[in-house]
C-alpha cells in the first residue's frame, strides 16, 4: 500500500478551509457543520482511494470533485434542501441548479474572504474568533489549536461550539459587507488577524514550528485582505508591513533550547531580510493616504528594529512613534516598551524614574527592564528585581533568559 506520509495533513492544511468556506457560502452558516463533515468526509475517501490506487496526477482536483459530489448526494438526500435552502437558491437564477457547487480558484477565494467576516463577528468573543479562524480559516486541527491555547481539545471544542450557536443566533450571514461598511467591519478582523499573529509570536507554547504556523497564516489572511480591492485599505497594509518585521526576527528570537534571546542579544544574521524587504514595502503603501492607524505606528517601531546600527537616529525615532502610539490609544505594556527607548535617547536614570510610576507588581518583564536600566548604575538593585522578575516569570524560557542575566 503506498505511503504518501505527509501529502495528506499538507493538503488538509490547506484544501479543507477552502472546502469548507465554498460549501458553508452555499448552505449558509446554520449549516457549518454540515460543510465541515462533507469536507472530512472527502479527506477520508481520499485516504482510503490513494492508499489503494496511488496518488492522482491532481490531488487538489481530485479532493474538489469528490467535495462536489458529497455536497450533490447530500442536497438530494436530506430535506434539510428543500425545507431550508431550496427558497432561498431559487431567488437567484445563478444557482437553480442546487448541485453546482463552485470550487473556481475565484469562487474559493471570495468565499474564504467572506467567512472571514463572518467568523470575526462582534458577537463572539475575540479568543473564539481566533479559535473558529484556526479551524474554518486555517484548517487546523481540533488538537493543534488545543496545543497554541496550551489547554485540552474538550475546552476547544466547546469553544467553538458556543461560537457557531452564537453566530447562528444573530444570523450571520456569509458575505462581503457593503461598501459604506467595509471600514467599519474590518476593524474586528484586523484585531482577530494581529491576536492570531501574536498568539504565535508572544506565545509560551514550546513548539516553534506550531508558532510559526500561527504567524504564517496570519500573514496569509492578512495577504488575502490586500488582494481584495475593496479591503486593500492603508491600515491593511500597515498590519501586514508590521506582521512581517516582526516575523523577520522569529528565528532570532529563541535559542535551540526554545528560550527567548533579548532584543540586543539576538543575532542579525539570523533575522529574514525578504520579510524585511516585503515589510517595508507593505509599509510604504500603508502611507497612501492619510489614514494613520496604530498598526501605521507599530509597524514603523517594528521597522526601525530591523535596523542593526544602534544609532541616535533610530531610537528617536522609536520613541517619537511610541509617544504618538500612548497618545492614540494608552497601554501600560506599551508605555514600559517605550521606557527602554527613553533610556536610549534620553540615559537610565530619566527611565527609571519614568518605569517606576508604572507600577506593575505582578508583571515579571517590568522588573526585568528595571534589572537592566539599573545594571552599571546600582548593581545591588538591579540584582534585587531580576530575582524578583525570576520568582514572578511563568515559563521556563522566561526563567532561563532571567537567570542568564542573573549569572552575567
Given at each position: 500500500?503506498?505511503?504518501?506520509?505527509?501529502?495528506?495533513?499538507?493538503?488538509?492544511?490547506?484544501?479543507?478551509?477552502?472546502?469548507?468556506?465554498?460549501?458553508?457560502?452555499h448552505f449558509g452558516f446554520r449549516e457549518i457543520?454540515?460543510?465541515?463533515?462533507?469536507?472530512?468526509?472527502?479527506?477520508?475517501?481520499?485516504?482510503?482511494?490513494?492508499?489503494?490506487?496511488?496518488?492522482?496526477?491532481?490531488?487538489?482536483?481530485?479532493?474538489?470533485?469528490?467535495?462536489?459530489?458529497?455536497?450533490?448526494?447530500?442536497?438530494?438526500?436530506?430535506?434539510?434542501?428543500?425545507?431550508?435552502?431550496?427558497?432561498?437558491?431559487?431567488?437567484?437564477?445563478?444557482?437553480?441548479?442546487?448541485?453546482?457547487?463552485?470550487?473556481?480558484?475565484?469562487?474559493?477565494?471570495?468565499?474564504?474572504?467572506?467567512?472571514?467576516?463572518?467568523?470575526?463577528?462582534?458577537?463572539?468573543?475575540?479568543?473564539?474568533?481566533?479559535?473558529?479562524?484556526?479551524?474554518?480559516?486555517?484548517?487546523?486541527?481540533?488538537?493543534?489549536?488545543?496545543?497554541?491555547?496550551?489547554?485540552?481539545?474538550?475546552?476547544?471544542?466547546?469553544?467553538?461550539?458556543?461560537?457557531?450557536?452564537?453566530?447562528?443566533?444573530?444570523?450571520?450571514?456569509?458575505?462581503?459587507?457593503?461598501?459604506?461598511?467595509?471600514?467599519?467591519?474590518?476593524?474586528?478582523?484586523?484585531?482577530?488577524?494581529?491576536?492570531?499573529?501574536?498568539?504565535?509570536?508572544?506565545?509560551?507554547?514550546?513548539?516553534?514550528?506550531?508558532?510559526?504556523?500561527?504567524?504564517?497564516?496570519?500573514?496569509?489572511?492578512?495577504?488575502?485582505?490586500?488582494?481584495?480591492?475593496?479591503?486593500?485599505?492603508?491600515?491593511?497594509?500597515?498590519?501586514?508591513?508590521?506582521?512581517?518585521?516582526?516575523?523577520?526576527?522569529?528565528?532570532?528570537?529563541?535559542?535551540?533550547?526554545?528560550?527567548?534571546?533579548?532584543?540586543?542579544?539576538?543575532?542579525?544574521?539570523?533575522?529574514?531580510?525578504?520579510?524585511?524587504?516585503?515589510?517595508?514595502?507593505?509599509?510604504?503603501?500603508?502611507?497612501?493616504?492619510?489614514?494613520?492607524?496604530?498598526?501605521?505606528?507599530?509597524?514603523?517601531?517594528?521597522?526601525?528594529?530591523?535596523?542593526?546600527?544602534?544609532?541616535?537616529?533610530?531610537?528617536?525615532?522609536?520613541?517619537?512613534?511610541?509617544?504618538?502610539?500612548?497618545?492614540?490609544?494608552?497601554?501600560?505594556?506599551?508605555?514600559?516598551?517605550?521606557?527602554?527607548?527613553?533610556?536610549?535617547?534620553?540615559?537610565?536614570?530619566?527611565?527609571?524614574?519614568e518605569a517606576e510610576k508604572l507600577q506593575m507588581?505582578?508583571?515579571?518583564?517590568?522588573?526585568?527592564?528595571?534589572?537592566?536600566?539599573?545594571?552599571?548604575?546600582?548593581?545591588?538593585?538591579?540584582?534585587?528585581?531580576?530575582?524578583?522578575?525570576?520568582?514572578?516569570?511563568?515559563?521556563?524560557?522566561?526563567?532561563?533568559?532571567?537567570?542568564?542575566?542573573?549569572?552575567?
Amino acid at each position: 500500500m503506498p505511503d504518501h506520509g505527509p501529502v495528506i495533513p499538507h493538503l488538509f492544511r490547506t484544501e479543507y478551509r477552502k472546502i469548507v468556506s465554498v460549501l458553508c457560502r452555499h448552505f449558509g452558516f446554520r449549516e457549518i457543520e454540515v460543510a465541515e463533515d462533507i469536507a472530512s468526509e472527502t479527506f477520508q475517501a481520499a485516504m482510503q482511494a490513494w492508499g489503494i490506487e496511488g496518488l492522482p496526477p491532481n490531488p487538489a482536483g481530485w479532493l474538489y470533485n469528490t467535495a462536489k459530489n458529497k455536497a450533490k448526494n447530500h442536497l438530494h438526500r436530506e430535506s434539510i434542501f428543500r425545507d431550508k435552502i431550496a427558497q432561498e437558491l431559487q431567488k437567484t437564477a445563478q444557482q437553480s441548479d442546487s448541485a453546482d457547487i463552485d470550487l473556481s480558484f475565484q469562487n474559493i477565494t471570495d468565499s474564504q474572504l467572506q467567512m472571514m467576516f463572518a467568523v470575526c463577528h462582534p458577537s463572539i468573543s475575540h479568543e473564539s474568533q481566533i479559535c473558529l479562524s484556526l479551524r474554518i480559516l486555517c484548517g487546523f486541527g481540533i488538537d493543534e489549536i488545543a496545543s497554541a491555547f496550551m489547554t485540552n481539545k474538550e475546552v476547544i471544542s466547546k469553544r467553538i461550539f458556543r461560537a457557531k450557536e452564537k453566530l447562528r443566533e444573530a444570523k450571520v450571514a456569509i458575505e462581503m459587507p457593503p461598501l459604506p461598511e467595509i471600514e467599519a467591519s474590518l476593524e474586528p478582523v484586523l484585531k482577530t488577524v494581529y491576536l492570531l499573529f501574536n498568539e504565535g509570536y508572544y506565545s509560551v507554547n514550546q513548539n516553534n514550528t506550531l508558532r510559526k504556523d500561527l504567524c504564517l497564516e496570519a500573514i496569509r489572511l492578512c495577504t488575502m485582505l490586500i488582494e481584495h480591492p475593496e479591503t486593500n485599505k492603508p491600515k491593511v497594509n500597515a498590519l501586514l508591513a508590521l506582521m512581517c518585521f516582526h516575523a523577520s526576527r522569529f528565528d532570532a528570537r529563541m535559542n535551540d533550547n526554545g528560550s527567548l534571546i533579548l532584543y540586543d542579544d539576538q543575532d542579525s544574521s539570523l533575522w529574514n531580510t525578504d520579510l524585511i524587504s516585503k515589510g517595508a514595502y507593505f509599509l510604504k503603501m500603508a502611507g497612501k493616504g492619510n489614514d494613520l492607524s496604530k498598526y501605521h505606528l507599530e509597524a514603523g517601531i517594528a521597522a526601525w528594529h530591523t535596523q542593526q546600527a544602534d544609532s541616535p537616529e533610530k531610537w528617536d525615532g522609536i520613541l517619537h512613534l511610541y509617544n504618538q502610539l500612548l497618545q492614540r490609544e494608552y497601554s501600560p505594556i506599551t508605555a514600559l516598551n517605550r521606557t527602554y527607548a527613553v533610556a536610549k535617547v534620553r540615559g537610565k536614570a530619566v527611565a527609571i524614574a519614568e518605569a517606576e510610576k508604572l507600577q506593575m507588581p505582578e508583571n515579571h518583564f517590568y522588573f526585568a527592564l528595571l534589572g537592566t536600566l539599573y545594571t552599571g548604575l546600582d548593581d545591588q538593585k538591579a540584582m534585587m528585581h531580576w530575582q524578583t522578575a525570576l520568582s514572578l516569570a511563568k515559563t521556563e524560557s522566561d526563567k532561563e533568559a532571567i537567570r542568564k542575566k542573573l549569572a552575567d
